[in-house]
């Protein structure tokens, strides 16, 4: 309600006399508007009354012999009279919540998110052309047209879109994902050993067999070759097809720290704020030094908005917390464990082993470090297509 109060024109009036009681009876039977009725000492009281209705009020006051006496002018109009004669006050305010309005539909900030391959700086450099950069307007973007030429430009890119949130941009981007290189059926082919091992078992489907169960390969080795002779000694190439399944051992080592650091937090902590307009950083503070030896940085940013749109202003608060540092020893159960975890995901992503048939580990310490080493025997697929050369 106190900005209805601001609004309006009114005044903030006290009343002396022994009748105020009856007083204020009188204003509300005559339907004179009055709120904010305080007490004060003796038989004052307080009250705040529309400007236009303060005759009323006297006229009143006057009849049960109630002295007024008027405190404050209050209101909107009572605060621009202030002004007449100096609509360069006024006036300024006016341009500065323009410029505000005028920079919240400004871009001042891009953010680029999905690229894989393409680069930040080659996407935003695409996008000035386009009219679509810091400084511009993000009103006048046209996703779909802005897509269609950035596709034109870079062909790499399937999906474009611009996001605006204030002045903030965000572009998603997706890449056009390539294939895998496949061989077609009627293409001769050979199926050669992706990894080294010993053949436990193989099915042929096409081609014809260079090894069996129980002869050791090598990695590229030919497993079924696509290059047949006929009856009459005549060559033919086939798609070689078939699977080969093999026995193949790994080793791979991990290693841990054997002492490792913690923060223990003394409770101190300083906290120093900061305004940042568009790209520039206005330090609400003096110093620049922290003398905590040892502390973490919190830092936190507050876009402000108007009207629902963010502004190319925001407050900055940071933090900075003292914490006196550690030495602790590691547990050598937990450490053997981490490091098995880390080595059997390292078979299962980069090796293509799921799950190995026979698998130890061998733990040592030394120089500061646990040495995890682990030693594994897979059962798998190690047949792989590639094209006949020639």
């Known amino acids: ?15 002396t006399g022994e009748a105020v009681p009856e007083l204020l009876n009188d204003l509300a ?27 009323d009020l006297r006229e009143l006051a006057e009849k049960r012999r109630v002295e007024t006496e008027v405190l404050a002018r209050r209101g909107l ?28 539909d400004t871009i001042w900030e891009i953010d680029v998110v999905g690229n894989r391959t393409l680069s930040r700086t080659e996407i935003l450099a695409a996008l000035e052309e386009l009219d679509v950069g810091i400084g511009h307007n993000s009103m006048h973007i ?73 002869d050791a390969v090598l990695a590229g080795e030919v497993l079924i070759t696509g290059g047949l002779t006929d009856l009459q000694n005549g060559a033919r190439e086939v798609h070689a097809m078939g699977d080969i399944w093999a026995r193949t051992w790994y080793q791979a080592e991990a290693v841990l720290p054997l002492e490792h650091g913690e923060k223990a937090e003394t409770g101190r902590s300083k906290v120093r704020w900061a305004v940042k307009i568009c790209n520039f950083r206005i330090n ?6 922290i003398s905590y ?21 925001s407050l900055v608060r940071t933090e900075y917390r003292e914490y006196t540092p550690l030495r602790r020893s590691l547990d050598p159960e937990l450490g053997e464990a981490i490091l098995r975890e880390r080595l059997l995901r390292w078979l299962r992503e980069e090796s293509g082993c799921p799950e190995p048939e026979e698998c130890s580990f061998m733990a040592e310490s030394g120089d ?16 792989l297509t590639q094209a006949r050369e020639g």
């Open 368 to 383: 500061g470090y646990l040495r995890l080493t682990m030693t594994a025997e897979c059962l798998q697929q190690i047949g």
């Open 77 to 104: 109009v009572h605060f621009l009279r202030r002004f007449r004669g100096h609509a360069g006050l006024l006036l300024a305010p006016a341009l500065l919540l323009a410029a505000l309005l005028w920079l919240s």
């Open 142 to 214: 046209d996703n779909e047209l802005v897509r269609s030429r950035m596709q034109e430009k870079l062909g790499r890119l399937s999906y474009l879109t611009v996001r605006v949130s204030g002045s903030k941009a965000t572009v998603i981007v997706r890449e056009r994902r390539e294939p895998p290189e496949m061989v077609e059926e009627d293409v001769p082919a050979d199926v050669i050993a992706r990894r080294t091992g010993l053949v436990e078992r193989m099915s042929v489907l096409e081609g014809k067999g260079e090894v069996r169960p129980g």
């Open 284 to 289: 609400l503070y003096f110093h620049g030094g």
């Open 293 to 313: 030896e040892a502390y973490d940085k919190i830092q936190g940013e507050t876009r402000l908005a108007l009207l629902g749109s963010y502004l190319p202003l």
């Open 29 to 55: 039977l005559a339907d004179v508007p009055f709120s904010r009725v305080r007490a004060e000492e003796g038989s004052r009281f307080r009250l705040y009354v529309r400007g236009d209705r303060l005759g």
């Open 1 to 15: 309600m106190r900005s209805a109060y601001w609004i309006t024109e009114g005044a903030e009036v006290r009343l």
